[in-house]
């Protein structure tokens, strides 16, 4: 794979979250169970280090703006609005999401986009 195709990552929808990922393997040949609630997969990789490119993979996927970030992006005023009600409605881990990658940031208790 190279550095420019998506990996090829697909959920596996338990309780209502995402938990599990199926992700190919680096010669597209087989798919390898990631949890990220357990930080495991169940590549032979993971087996002998304790950690693999999979959960990696996983993870920069779930970092990436979704649907739902742009959603929340929609929600902030230009002057901007407090950093408290801003989580309380768009939730912890897409506000923690939407700073990680930049979209946002926080200045003395009022979040705004970039």
């Known amino acids: 794979m190279t550095e420019e195709q998506e990996p090829d990552l697909t959920p ?18 087989k798919r390898y169970t ?4 357990a930080q495991t997969c169940d590549c032979p990789g993971f087996m002998y280090r ?6 990696k993979e996983v993870e ?14 929609s929600e902030i005023p230009e002057e901007g609005m407090y950093a408290s009600e801003f989580e309380k409605l768009v939730g912890a881990k897409v506000y923690k999401s939407l700073i ?3 979209d946002i940031f926080e200045e003395r208790g009022i979040v705004r986009r970039l």
Not at 50 to 55: A, E, G, S, T, V
Not at 60 to 73: E, H, R, W
């Open 12 to 29: 596996i929808i338990e309780g209502g979250a995402e938990e599990e990922f199926l992700v190919l393997s680096s010669k597209g040949v």
């Open 100 to 102: 990680v990658q930049g």
């Open 34 to 37: 990631v949890n990220m609630i």
């Open 60 to 73: 920069k996927f779930k970092g990436k703006v979704t649907p739902s970030d742009n959603k929340a992006l």
């Open 50 to 55: 304790n950690n693999c490119r999979h959960i």
